[in-house]
């Protein structure tokens, strides 16, 4: 497709459980982000990548989040045993190289834990 | 570190009514400007941009102009439509692969 694709745009999960979300970019994007949106709160940096290394994991929470990237291309991000505080709506946006200063989002993989 | 502050919603006008939202910035060094917006429903997409001092970025009759001795990035536009009701989320990049956002507010317009 012609966006930032991601899924699943929504996910509910007990509370303990292991959820992965996934994130395609735009074709020939190198730049990759993950941010998390909480209810009234900005977008809070997790993790960005140049190609397939992140050279930033900085926003990750804890050791529970972690995210890898492969061919240059789809990422996935992988919670672990996961939290009620880690619901939020889990956003990914791509760039490219020459950087315009656009990042182009997707829609987002809302998760709700119980 | 580099931050975005920008005013709380939400915010509710009348149609042709007209918008401002603040956002004011703290950056080391010459940050580029942005304003990006969420429809209901979509992802977030730019909207606007300023990269360096008093330029102004314009795009679907929105404004701003970078002032750098406020500090601000204020978004303007004269006749607001029920179609603009959306969240809006001022950022700044500081010439890195960063970007830091504000918190968003919510333009609710009636008609």
């Known amino acids: 497709g012609a966006g930032v694709s991601q899924s699943p745009s929504n996910k509910v999960t007990e509370k303990g459980k292991d959820v992965e979300l996934r994130c395609d970019p735009i074709?020939?994007?190198?730049?990759l982000y993950w941010y998390r949106q909480s209810l009234g709160q900005g977008l809070e940096f997790l993790i960005y990548?140049?190609?397939?290394?992140?050279?930033?994991k900085s926003g990750l929470p804890s050791d529970r989040f972690s995210a890898e990237r492969t061919g240059g291309s789809v990422s996935t991000l992988t919670i672990q045993r996961t939290q009620q505080e880690d619901s939020a709506v889990y956003l990914c946006?791509?760039?490219?190289?020459?950087?315009?200063?656009?990042?182009?989002f997707g829609e987002g993989s809302r998760l709700t834990v119980l | 570190g580099d931050s975005v502050t920008q005013m709380e919603g939400p915010v509710t006008l009348s149609e042709e009514a007209f918008l401002t939202i603040n956002c004011t910035y703290t950056?080391?060094?010459?940050?580029?400007l942005f304003w990006y917006v969420q429809y209901p429903g979509e992802g977030l997409q730019l909207l606007l941009k300023?990269?360096?001092?008093?330029d102004k970025g314009s795009n679907k009759g929105f404004e701003a102009t970078y002032r750098k001795e406020t500090t601000s990035f204020h978004l303007e536009k004269g006749s607001v439509q029920v179609s603009d009701s959306a969240v809006y989320f001022c950022?700044?990049?500081?010439?890195?692969?960063?970007?830091?956002f504000g918190t968003g507010t919510r333009l609710k317009v009636l008609a």
């Open positions: 300023a990269t360096k001092a008093d």
């Open positions: 950022a700044l990049s500081s010439g890195t692969y960063k970007y830091i």
């Open positions: 946006a791509s760039s490219s190289f020459q950087n315009t200063g656009e990042l182009f």
């Open positions: 990548f140049q190609g397939n290394s992140a050279p930033d």
């Open positions: 074709s020939g994007h190198t730049a």
């Open positions: 950056a080391t060094g010459y940050p580029s």
